[in-house]
């Protein structure tokens, strides 16, 4: 899973690298209508189409029988009865497409989460970092947390109970290509891993920042839905480290929308758009 | 961790059938504005005449100056009693207490059917009722579903002078006037209007606000006190759940005579073994302190525990209440000690509207930045500085002040950039209640002074002055010169030396019969006053009340024995002197005499309006008893104005020419009617105040 992840983080950074200076709804846009339009094709070769044509002039001849012979209940009945049969069939002829297209679209959104669902930190924004330690790994040398001078460590609080360790820091001056702020955290003598720190000189409102709340442990959810950064091994003292980041507001046209729901208009938008051309019957 | 919303969400994703989501729009319909014109009234509760002008001669106050120079300054007649309530609904109503029925902070029901009380107190400006059939419910199980509600009223009676503004197409925006809880369900005129409640409004609890702190070396389990309570933290290995109390679970069915348990939400609090710091965690949000820091505002949820809440709520019963809260850390070893301020109603979800429209609330909040803001009516909390022990000392109170102050000043900032036209009013409190605590420290004679505070708070009220001086310099800054200014303030202030037990008075003399004259300090004093042989009963800060037939429960007073009483026992009051032989009480008010309009089941049949220095004793406003007649006031409330209202007006200033030597509170809502074109309703009986208007100079 770490591998795959960081394929596909190479390969969204790089195809959102084009976008860097634009407003971060317009890749949005542009992914959701490539996605929509892919969907399409991949729809259209997945699905039983003749089958779907089928349901679909069963659905317009069973509406007309309804119309032609609303006076004659019995031909309404077995009119209603065909609709029904039609709808339970269009489901089933669309469950083989869904089942291809689950996948790649759990991968894409978990991807565009990294980008959209969460806000960096602006400078002078306090956050807080989160390490969950093994049990072995607690009861070990103290795990230390090392920040670049750009971010100060203003308290911490060991909580035995779980395990875990929370350091309240500030950054004081935005990240850039040249100065990526990352967290180190060393055990003894021995650097045990690694964390970015995604902070803007803007707070992200507007902009296409890479965001990861999470570095996960061994858990598959976690890795499937935190891909942003390779997960830790069975046999790390660490399990996992989270910084909690605020939620993003994204607006499209002034209005707050949610990104996901972006997405998913535009492409089904863009998915119908594209209907004739590649001729797919949904 | 901090992960649960975003994994909701995108599991949520994966479920849902994408092909079936459409966004709705819908438009809003706006009133064009007939006046161009820009009214602003910076409403500075208790601003003091005598000491404003002293810092305006000492050069302090430069923008007050000014606009005293541009215009008029005056200063400015308050209401009788001089309390907050009753001043700011004279300037609401244009009327006097007469029309708007507010006399005091606290009213008594003179006859309470139904109840043990001999008289009832109550909150003078608005009222919770019960549902019309409260048994019109649902139960199962142990569950009870009102199907009908009850809700809160505004006790404060006349026309308030924006709805005339409002029906005459004025943008009217209101911030906080006080006494005008709850805010209006719908608009009362064309005109765009919004108003946000102040004074009077409850916390979630349905008080002025009781705070929480969570102290590790208590010796009970919880201790009450005046304006809040104590609750031990028994913290095991550096970790301990707390548990903040909320209203009592109104959902739940109990038996008659029981009451139903609060409703909690749990505070995990971590301590570390070294650092002085902790984590907090409510709910999803976990926060990290140190010792000596204050949280912004953290969102809770008293949930009732219903089964199907969710289903439930979407049908529209509220199956939980939300609030608001700030956490200070006051010391994290070797006791960890955490103060919880009230609890705030949400203005995201409110359990009750706390403005108009009910979504501005929330708009308003987002301005601060903070995550919330205070709404509860008078937020500083005095009674965290006072309570035994403290719960806050000064320091940390100037510091919560401070928090509120900036929180504040933001939302003027935003008021003011979006102020185009018509009338806007905006409210600052804390000058009033700084006044209150820290007067002593300006008054050498005060008997409350400490030697060991000698000089750390003398500058504390001047200062907030010299900040209203800013703030109204900030309101030159987008005023053009067509446009109008005013500073005003309900009352003035003095040094509060001396209480006086008036209680105890009129048992002297034969007035009044009690039970136990050694019960004093305790609560529900009133239960102590044998009613059948008492003439005349004092509660509240000014108000006495005869013991009338007919009308009391207990009473023994006739209408024809009234008058006489009356004319006797405030010739004797006039003559009461203090231990130094000093004037104690200015002049007694007879109320049907001076506001012949007034509610005989309401309105106190005499007002005592005393000299400066002078105040009624913390046990007369709750009807009770003290030792002696006279107190030293040794509270940290040191300063205060219920006196003779003569002697403590408030102040006025403008860059309009004033047209009276004697402008007073109840002039001024039909003054800025007639700035709007507006004739004077006949429910008021103010009088246009204002001349020529001066041009501000651009600011």
Known sequence: ?282 | MFREGYLKTLVLLSLVPFFSLLPSCSSGEQVENPSDVKVLVLGMDGLDPILLERLMDEDRLPNFSRLAALGDYSPFGTSMPPQSPVAWANFISGSRPGTHQIYDFIHRKPNPEGSAWPVQPFLSTSQAFGPADPDKAWTFGRWRIPLDSGGIENLRRGDAFWNHMVKNGITTTIYRMPANYPPPEESPGSGEFKVLSGMGTPDLLGTYGEFTVFKEDLRRESKSVGGGQFIRLDVEKDRVIAKLEGPENYLLDVPPGEKPPKMTVELEIVRDPVEDAITVTVGDEKLLLKEGEWTDWISIEFKTGLPGSTVVGAMGLPTSLHAIVRLYVKEVHPKLNIYVTPLNIDPVHPANPISYPPEWAAEVAATTGMGGMYTAGIPEDTKALRSKPQALNEDEFLQMVHLLVEERTRQYHDALEHFKSGFLFFYFGHTDQLAHIFWRDMDPLHPGRRPEQEGKYDDVIRNTYEEMDARLGEAFEVMDDNDILIAMSDHGFCSFRRGFNVNNWLVENGYMTVKDMGRQGRREQLFNIKFKDTQVYALGLNCLYVNLKGREKYGVVSQEQRRRLMEEIASKLEQVRDDDGSKVIEKIYFTFDDYPNADPEIAPDMLIGYTRSHRASWATALGGIGKGLFEDNKDRWSGDHCIAANLVPGIIVSNMKLTVDDPELSDLGPALLHLFGIETPKTMVGRNIFGEKVPLEGG
């Not at chain 1, 669309?94 to 996948?103: A, F, G, R």
């Open chain 1, 1 to 282: 899973m770490n591998v795959l992840n960081a394929i596909l983080s190479k390969l969204t950074s790089v195809v959102l690298a084009p976008f860097a200076e634009l407003p971060a709804q317009v890749a949005l846009i542009v992914i959701s209508i490539v996605a929509g339009i892919l969907a399409a094709i991949a729809f259209r070769y997945s699905s039983n189409q003749a089958g779907l044509k089928r349901v679909a002039d069963q659905v317009r001849a069973s509406l007309l029988a309804m119309r032609l012979f609303k006076d004659d209940l019995r031909s309404v009945f077995g009119a209603q009865l065909s609709l029904f049969k039609a709808s339970g069939l269009r489901l089933w002829y669309s469950l083989p497409p869904l089942v291809v297209l689950i996948i790649p679209f759990v991968f894409l959104l978990a991807q565009m989460a990294m980008w959209y669902e969460f806000r960096p930190l602006a400078p002078g924004q306090a956050a807080l970092v989160e390490v969950t330690l093994t049990p072995e790994a607690w009861d070990g040398p103290p795990l230390e947390l090392n920040a670049p001078d750009a971010i100060t460590i203003e308290s911490t609080v060991r909580n035995s109970h779980d395990h875990t360790i929370t350091w309240r820091i500030c950054p004081q001056e935005a990240a850039t290509a040249n100065n990526p702020l990352q967290l180190s955290f060393t055990l003894g003598e021995r650097e045990v891993a690694e964390k970015q720190l995604a902070v803007s000189s803007t707070g992200g409102t507007d902009e296409l920042v890479f965001v990861c709340p999470l570095r996960p442990g061994t858990s598959f959810w976690d890795r499937l839905l935190y891909p942003g950064e390779p997960g830790f091994a069975a046999n790390s003292p660490i399990r996992a480290i989270s910084i909690n980041y605020g939620s993003r507001v994204n607006t499209l046209f002034g209005l707050e929308i949610p990104w996901w729901l972006t997405f998913f208009i535009v492409s089904i938008l863009a998915a119908l758009a594209i209907k004739p051309i590649v001729k797919v019957q949904f």
